[in-house]
Nanobody, 130 residues
Framework: VQLQASGGGLVQAGGSLRLSCSAS????????MGWFRQAPGKEREAVSC????????YYADSVKGRFTISRDNAANTVYLQMNSLKPEDTATYYC????????????????????????WGQGTLVTVSS
């Protein structure tokens, strides 16, 4: 599966962006999906993950109440709506999945194993100015 992330950009603090992750080559509807981010000089961290049927979600504490993950399986796309953005949200955002670990139903566990995921999008840069 090939993943294509888009929607990043420059926004002022308090603003919003919507990231999209489109898949080609293979349907995503049976896979959990995740959004991860990496800021300059920092380790990659999990942001949010969504189960295949969207009945289990995970959010990092730092984004709870501000970010919303969703998916459209018919469109083979996963979204991350980001509201009330803060300068500390500045990072390159990646979407990811895995043909094996993507069957996980508990998203906290799926999000925790980013090092094991096989399919990654190219990343989209989000810059939040203060």
């Amino acid at each position: 599966v090939q993943l294509q992330a888009s929607g990043g950009g420059l926004v002022q603090a308090g603003g919003s962006l919507r990231l999209s992750c489109s898949a080609s080559g293979r349907t995503l509807r049976m896979n959990a999906m995740g959004w991860f981010r990496q800021a300059p000089g920092k380790e990659r961290e999990a942001v949010s993950c969504i189960s295949s049927s969207a009945d289990n979600l995970y959010y990092a504490d730092s984004v709870k109440g501000r970010f919303t993950i969703s998916r459209d399986n018919a469109a083979n796309t996963v979204y991350l709506q980001m509201n009330s953005l803060k300068p500390e949200d500045t990072a390159t955002y990646y979407c990811a999945t895995d043909p094996v670990f993507g069957i996980e139903s508990v998203m906290e566990r799926f999000c925790a194993r980013s090092n094991d995921l096989d399919a990654w999008g190219q990343g989209t840069l989000v810059t939040v100015s203060s």
